[in-house]
């Protein structure tokens, strides 16, 4: 059957690729299909907007504390003192980032390549924080050979004289590490100190801070705004 010529088919692909049900092979048949179909593009751009629309007037939804901590078990991400969760405000949002792991790196990388820089073969670790919505927010790359870290502000974020950003590694257990104030810097190199990268590192983190950094000194006074994970370029964590 000619799917240029069954358009209930159509749609109905259409549908459960911008669902997220269509998997696997048939997944990217439909991507290939689309590749050459100007139509097929435009139905699921609409099928896109349509379900986009629905999902903004949902009520958001409270999991039950027991499936947190099921998924927590799972990932390994119990942390000792549960006060220094805090990584877990917007827990939805964290657990989409992981999710989308893979596509934000793709799309990092892109960046990286676009950016032409002379050292970017140097780079050993990348990082996309996100904000609630899965956008992307911030850009984060190590360089554990010269023990350096680029920090690169790819969203609009609106700060005030009195205001700052501030990167925070956090551990799966223990207190959040402080990184840097990024103040109102796009793009700045810092050093990358050990405890930033290591294998006990859930998570990095950027809080709304005063223009000087937290003055909480076991962790963030404000607001987490954006949150993502280290994806090693060398295969190894």
Same mark, same amino acid.
Request: no cysteine; charged share 25%; proline share 8%.
């Given at each position: ?88 405000? *917007?827990? /939805?949002?964290?657990? &989409?980032? =992981?999710?989308?792991?893979?596509? !934000?790196? #793709?799309?990092?990388?892109? $960046?990286? %390549? ?65 990184? *840097?104030? /990024?103040?109102?810097? &796009?793009? =700045?190199?810092?050093?990358?100190? !050990?405890? #930033?990268?290591?294998?006990? $590192?859930? %998570? ?34």
């Amino acid at each position: 059957m000619n799917l240029r010529d069954n358009e209930p088919l159509r749609e109905r692909l259409a549908a459960e690729y911008v669902l997220g049900t269509l998997r696997g092979r048939a997944r990217r048949r439909f991507e290939g299909l689309m590749h050459g179909d100007a139509a097929l593009r435009r139905t699921t751009r609409e099928w896109n907007e349509r379900l986009g629309a629905m999902a903004e007037f949902a009520p958001p939804v409270v999991p039950d504390k027991r499936v947190w901590r099921a998924i927590e078990d799972r990932l390994g991400l119990r942390a000792a003192a549960p006060g220094w969760q805090f990584w877990r405000i *917007g827990s /939805l949002a964290l657990w &989409r980032t =992981l999710g989308v792991a893979s596509s !934000a790196l #793709a799309a990092l990388l892109l $960046v990286v %390549v676009l950016q032409e820089r002379p050292d970017s073969a140097r780079m050993s670790d990348i990082a996309s924080l996100l904000d609630e919505q899965a956008r992307p927010a911030l850009v984060v790359t190590a360089d554990r050979e010269r023990k350096l870290m680029t920090v690169k502000v790819v969203a609009s974020v609106p700060l005030t004289a009195q205001q700052a950003l501030q990167l925070w590694a956090v551990p799966r257990d223990g207190k959040p590490r402080s990184l *840097g104030v /990024l103040g109102a810097n &796009r793009e =700045l190199t810092l050093p990358l100190p !050990a405890n #930033a990268i290591g294998a006990d $590192v859930a %998570v990095l983190a950027v809080s709304l801070e005063p223009k000087d950094g937290s003055p909480n000194p076991d962790g963030p006074s404000g607001p987490i705004l954006y949150k993502g994970p280290w994806v090693s370029l060398l295969g190894s964590g």
